[in-house]
């Protein structure tokens, strides 16, 4: 009988707040922020709607009617619903989520909101918030906050629930959900973001992990394609509001991700980056990247490097999706190595006796036909016999300590390894690298010699799509 009592006052904190609920299902939601002395936001369309607190219920639907109408205001932070013959209010005191809200627009949907959790599915999804724009479709969302005495019926329990216990995935399994993404960043760029997401996760308040099948990204001149994401990340688990700029800045400083194919296009130099991310996780300010093929492509060659480690400082305020300064974070403090690195042309050369070009013959062309499906980075390719191997790239305080084996032949020796020391630093505004070179060591039998020419056509075979000059012991790499 005691453990029957104790079952009992167990679940009264749920039994207490079972009757409130609402149920709507909506034709189509359109409200947006508007220069209104009576608040109005906009309309929606509804087929029926069901309010129930404590003990009573009302049902604001015309059962005449296939769907209903009614008037969206919000004022004085209270939201009310009207339709003409009923009001219904609620006290938004708590959420912020409405005084920041540009455009909100909902069509085809069913949402449930009682005291534990929330969910809603629909066809389509707009939202337009401080600078932040979604679209989604055909998707399902359910939120909890599993806290028995928090009633998530009320003005700030669904934001709160789903920034705690969510779970995103289709309305129709048939096919995955359609999103897309922008935001506006401080540079006054636009990050974009599209493509499908399987299932989307968040924990404990705190773990996120998202399933995507495809993703394209575009910022600035970069247009990323990736198939098969795999990420999780972290979250501060004590933000319980929407804020874009925390939740992005948590997830990149703990991030885990997993991509089998990754296609970057840069249109400004004409190149293109085709890789795996075997690793990528950030963790403790510092950056770990493993990929087991990296290959740089423009009109005219292709490096290939095959198992690329990066290691770098990534301090938390640095932004992972803004290269230029992930770069000068790697620049003070990371380290690469490479096992084997192989350049191949493709356009041939052809001159007379005398040296003259004659003609360049396209003997292949990785650049033009690179798709991400169908592209294989080492068909008709072998890294048996590369141009160099055994990088290694330690960087501290802006200066470069390079050790590499190279096979070219000079003066009869056809591989030697090359010792190079470097001051590195990055032109933001020019998007260079400068490497001022101090010290190149190549030892030649019993003798070492320094040999800078060697090393400026080594770098230039290395580099793809890019302006690779030297001046006074200094190279400038543009990128």
């Not at 062309?365 to 080492?378: A, G, H, M």
Request: hydrophobic share 40%.
């Amino acid at each position: 009988m005691l453990k029957k009592k104790i079952l009992l006052l167990s679940f009264l904190p749920y039994l207490a707040m079972a009757n409130n609920f609402i149920e709507v299902k909506v034709h189509d939601l359109n409200v947006s922020k508007q220069d209104d002395i009576f608040g109005r936001l906009g309309y929606m369309e509804y087929e029926s709607a069901i309010i129930s607190r404590d003990t009573l219920s009302f049902n604001i639907s015309d059962r005449n009617k296939s769907k209903s109408s009614a008037e969206v205001y919000f004022k004085n932070n209270q939201l009310k619903l009207d339709n003409g013959m009923m009001t219904a209010q609620f006290d938004m005191s708590g959420n912020t989520f409405l005084n920041t809200l540009d455009k909100l627009k909902i069509s085809n949907a069913e949402t449930a909101i009682n005291a534990t959790y929330f969910n809603i599915n629909g066809s389509s999804f707009y939202m337009d918030r401080e600078g932040l724009e979604l679209n989604a479709n055909n998707f399902f969302v359910f939120c909890t906050t599993n806290d028995p005495e928090y009633d998530m019926a009320t003005g700030d329990g669904i934001v709160k629930g789903c920034m705690t216990e969510l779970n995103i995935t289709p309305k129709s399994y048939k096919k995955p959900v359609n999103f897309i993404f922008k935001k506006k960043l401080e540079d006054g760029a636009t990050f974009t973001a599209s493509g499908d997401i399987g299932t989307m996760q968040l924990q404990a308040a705190r773990f996120l992990q998202v399933a995507s099948p495809l993703l394209v990204m575009d910022y600035k001149q970069y247009d990323v394609q990736a198939k098969s994401v795999d990420l999780k990340c972290e979250k501060d688990e004590d933000l319980v509001e929407i804020d874009s700029d925390s939740l992005m800045s948590g997830c990149e400083n703990t991030a885990a991700l997993n991509v089998p194919k990754i296609l970057v296009s840069n249109s400004k130099e004409k190149t293109k980056f085709y890789f795996d991310i075997d690793t990528l996780n950030v963790k403790s300010e510092r950056l770990n990247f493993h990929s087991d093929i990296f290959q740089f492509i423009d009109t005219k060659k292709s490096v290939t490097v095959k198992d690329l480690d990066v290691k770098c400082q990534k301090l938390i305020q640095s932004d992972l999706l803004d290269i230029p300064s992930m770069i000068k974070e790697c620049l003070i403090d990371g380290s690469i190595e490479i096992d084997k690195l192989k350049t191949s042309e493709d356009v041939k050369i052809v001159t007379d006796p005398r040296g003259r070009v004659v003609s360049r013959q396209i003997i292949s062309n990785r650049y033009k036909n690179l798709e991400i499906d169908t592209y294989r980075p080492l068909a008709n390719l072998s890294l048996d016999k590369s141009n160099l191997s055994d990088i290694s790239i330690k960087i501290t305080n802006g200066v470069a300590k390079v050790k590499a084996h190279a096979y070219k032949n000079v003066l009869l020796k056809k591989n030697f390894d090359v010792d190079l020391t470097a001051s590195v630093s990055f032109n933001e505004k020019d998007s260079q690298i400068i490497l001022d070179v101090t010290d190149v060591v190549v030892p030649f039998g019993f003798i070492k010699v320094k040999w800078i020419w060697l090393i400026e056509k080594i770098i230039k075979n290395a580099i793809v799509g890019s302006n690779v000059t030297y001046d006074d012991g200094k190279f400038y790499i543009s990128i």
